[in-house]
């Protein structure tokens, strides 16, 4: 029986029928869409109550994957198919008292295909590929420095490294050849040569 509580979807009385006949709907369009399609699913949301015994309205939204059927047939045979099951029931809806007259389709929404929007992939990869690539420029700099550190020791080394005697141009040491000389000329002259003594001993102090 219709009272004017119906009419205010914040109502305890609205609450009530809603949370009771849209479920039972929504099982009967599940029931009825299979005719569509294997797999369809339908939703159905309660909008409100008006007088006439009780009148429930709702919006039924179907999905079903056969490309073959146009929302038109779609619609008329979900509605063969509703009232179908309604009269293998005595007339109520599965599963309940609910007395059904007749279901009457009133506006019809333009069947739409959304297509779904995949994820972006690889993030954790992109993430991990950038790490990675930071780590190996730190890694090349730091070898870039140490191999200019070894090169400037190196040279630094080689520039007071006292050479050997060579008739080869660009390896005489003028200081080191000198002090060779006259290291020679010690070792021939013996303990007894105090003037060559003194002499390498001069040139000592001047290496």
């Not at 305890?12 to 599940?30: C, G, M, R, S, Y």
């Not at 994957?65 to 309604?86: G, Y």
């Not at 990675?132 to 190196?154: D, G, N």
């Amino acid at each position: 029986v219709y009272t004017s509580d119906l009419s205010n979807p914040s109502s305890q009385t609205f609450i009530n029928l809603k949370a009771e006949v849209e479920p039972l709907i929504q099982a009967t369009f599940t029931e009825a869409g299979q005719d569509l399609s294997a797999g369809s699913t339908s939703i159905v949301t309660v909008t409100g109550f008006t007088q006439g015994s009780v009148i429930v309205n709702y919006v039924v939204q179907v999905t079903h994957t056969n490309s073959s059927i146009t929302p038109t047939d779609a619609v008329n045979q979900l509605e063969r198919a509703f009232n179908d099951i309604i009269a293998a029931n005595n007339g109520s809806l599965p599963n309940s008292n609910i007395k059904v007259a007749s279901l009457t389709v009133t506006q019809q929404v333009p069947a739409t295909t959304a297509a779904p929007v995949p994820p972006e992939p690889f993030a954790e990869w992109k993430i991990a590929v950038i790490c990675a690539c930071i780590l190996a420029a730190a890694a090349i700099i730091a070898a870039v420095a140490a191999t200019c550190i070894r090169m400037h020791r190196k040279e630094d080394t080689s520039s007071v490294m006292p050479m050997k005697k060579s008739e080869k141009a660009g390896f005489a040491n003028p200081v080191g050849n000198e002090y060779e000389e006259l290291h020679e000329k010690t070792s021939r002259a013996g303990s007894s040569g105090s003037s060559a003594s003194g002499d390498v001993d001069k040139m000592q102090e001047k290496v």
